[in-house]
């Protein structure tokens, strides 16, 4: 089979299709035939060797995909070979074959295409489990959303709303606040691109106040980081949650006398250990997601298809900050 392989640590131009040998399915495994793979952030770390873990090399990125069974091993009962479905495969999604435990697929729902598949569940996975099991958000909170156009940016506006949240989205472009405003987003502002001195930081933390109104934020979704997050963080409410998702423009340092002057928390999100630790909460969590899909209440926003042969550039599309919704990679038709 052919993959879009990473053999040395480098940015989306070092990528290379290869020959790689074909998967096998162990016990309770199945491989999957991969029709769609979709790009999330991580893609453009790991690359690089700049993501919370590094794979041996070499391997393909990807973390999230759809396609269709097409072998199961010993013990697999829930899934048989020409079944649609949808998974998190971490890395090597850029494949044309993966192997993943049986416990790690759902099926693709009737009427779904392939690329819609493969975009709902790293995206929305995160922000549920965000959304509530860490920023303990309800119906009538304000909630805060930066990067408000990106993957994880744009669920958390269709779930905010879903919740009975107020979302307010920030980013930093008109055609973004559009797609903000288009998932949803009550109110959008427009912020202008780091680095700030002193006075623009102070500027842009007026800004997210006077759209929260005077209560401030009950919940922030930072999915931006860098000289973004102070000025949010000033905005924030009484018992506020300030939620640390990720850190495209940077890891950022926060004055802790902000938390006491609001008596607010700032809570980390790491979604795949959450994963890894309570697969139950997870299912329970990714069950829902299915029942809001179903709904209408939330629909994965694919805003560009790119062949396989191009999958680095949607990789580099998405590390020059130019990514709207989701980004997807046609592995096979
Ligand atoms: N904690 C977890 O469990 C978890 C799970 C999934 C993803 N993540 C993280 O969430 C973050 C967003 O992921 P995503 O897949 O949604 O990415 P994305 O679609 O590219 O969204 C990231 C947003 O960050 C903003 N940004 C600000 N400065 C940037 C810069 N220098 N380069 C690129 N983007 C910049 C951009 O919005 P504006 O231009 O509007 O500012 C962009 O839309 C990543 O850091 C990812 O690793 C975390």
Redesign the pocket.
């Known amino acids: 089979m052919r993959a879009l392989l990473s053999k040395a640590p480098g940015g989306p131009e070092t990528l290379t299709i290869d020959e790689m040998p074909d998967p096998v399915a162990g016990a309770g495994e199945v491989v999957v035939a991969v029709k769609a793979c979709a790009?999330?952030?991580?893609d453009?770390?790991v690359i690089e060797d700049k993501?919370q873990f590094r794979p041996q090399r070499p391997f393909a990125p990807g973390g999230e995909i759809s396609g269709v069974v097409e072998s199961v091993g010993e013990g697999v009962t829930e899934f048989a070979p020409g079944d649609r479905v949808m998974c998190n495969t971490s890395m090597n999604g850029l494949s044309e074959r993966v192997v993943v435990r049986e416990a790690a697929l759902y099926r693709l729902p009737d009427g779904r295409t392939f690329e819609e598949g493969a975009s709902l569940l790293?995206?929305y996975g995160?922000t549920i489990?965000?959304l509530i099991d860490r920023g303990h958000l309800k119906e009538g909170d304000t909630l805060l959303v930066?990067?408000?156009?990106?993957?994880?940016?744009l669920a958390a506006i269709e779930l905010g709303k879903a919740f009975g949240a107020r979302v307010v989205a920030?980013?930093?472009?008109d055609e973004?606040a559009a797609a903000a405003r288009e998932a949803g987003a009550d109110e959008t502002i427009v912020?202008a691109?780091?680095p700030f001195d002193k006075d623009q930081s102070k500027a842009l933390a007026e800004q997210f106040k006077a759209a929260a109104g005077k209560e401030g934020y009950q919940v922030i979704y930072d999915?931006?980081?860098?000289d973004?997050a102070e000025p949010a963080l000033r905005s924030i409410g009484w018992e506020g949650r300030y939620l640390?998702?990720?850190?495209?423009?940077?890891i950022p340092k926060l004055p802790l006398n902000l938390t006491l002057l609001k008596s607010c928390d700032v809570c980390?999100?790491?979604?795949?250990?959450?994963a890894a630790r309570d697969p139950e909460g997870n299912r329970a969590h990714i069950d829902h997601l299915f029942r809001l899909w179903a709904d209408g209440k939330i629909a994965p926003r694919v805003t560009e298809v790119f062949p396989f042969n191009r999958g680095g550039d949607a990789i580099a599309k998405?590390?020059?900050?130019g990514?709207?919704?989701?980004l997807v990679v046609r592995v096979a038709d």
């Open positions: 790009i999330n952030y991580p453009v770390l993501y790293l995206t995160t489990h965000a930066l990067g408000a156009a990106g993957g994880v940016g920030a980013v930093s472009s973004k912020y691109r780091a999915p931006v980081g860098g973004y640390v998702v990720g850190f495209p423009a940077g980390g999100v790491f979604w795949g250990a959450f998405m590390a020059a900050r990514a709207i919704g989701k």
